[in-house]
């Protein structure tokens, strides 16, 4: 992916200075950009600053780039960065830190599609099936006709089950999701 130049409209100290005391962001200032975090991230393709970048962009206080990011979001939280680090740098926990922040500050991920979608299959069901995660993602995202042949494949050789176990009793998990969405209408609000 081309990655463009960062021109930092301002630096703010105080943010990287908040970051630094919060979880992951301990020993942020000893990275030596060494890169093994994102050599390591087996989602960093898809991010337009891999974690090495994002912790050298804290670094330097760049607060409106970190947070805008898409990293944060795709993030898988895998650890693979975090158990290789040869500082003792936990990325992982960086991009849980720095969500909320993003949240409290207006900003959302700007491509949630798949997981709404995971999340509406869940609140329906109680469980996650990849029949219909894959089938209505299908629908929401026209680049995935490409994997079709594919899905056709898994359904054939029955790896991808048609049929889908429904959870007998979704009324907890139902308030569950009803008191994540009234906390995230009151965290839009805000
Ligand atoms: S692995 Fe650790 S020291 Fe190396 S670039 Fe990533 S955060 Fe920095
Ligand atoms: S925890 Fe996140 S940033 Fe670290 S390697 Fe996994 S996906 Fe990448």
């Not at 329906?124 to 995660?133: C, M, P, Q, V, Y």
């Not at 494949?153 to 907890?172: F, H, N, Q, W, Y």
Request: charged share 25%; with cysteine.
């Amino acid at each position: 992916m081309q990655k463009e130049t960062i021109i930092p409209e301002s630096r703010d100290n105080a943010f990287r200075d908040l970051i630094i005391k919060m979880p992951g962001g301990e020993n942020l200032l000893t990275c030596m950009q060494c890169g093994t975090c994102a050599g390591s991230c087996p989602v960093s393709h898809e991010m337009d600053y891999t974690p090495r970048q994002i912790v050298r962009m804290i670094q330097l206080g760049l607060k409106k780039e970190v947070l805008n990011s898409n990293t944060i979001w795709i993030c898988t939280t895998c650890f693979s960065c975090s158990v290789r680090c040869p500082r003792g740098i936990y990325p992982t926990e960086l991009m849980e830190t720095l969500k909320p922040i993003a949240m409290k500050e207006g900003i959302r991920n700007k491509n949630a599609k798949f997981d709404t979608v995971f999340a509406d299959v869940v609140k329906k069901n109680g469980r996650a099936s990849e029949f219909l995660l894959f089938s209505k993602y299908s629908i929401s995202e026209p680049g995935m006709i490409k994997q079709a042949p594919f899905g056709i494949s898994l359904i054939t050789k029955g790896k991808l089950p048609l049929s889908v176990a429904k959870m007998d009793d979704t009324r907890e998990l139902e308030a569950i999701f009803k008191l994540g969405e009234e906390n995230d209408g009151m965290e839009t609000e805000k």
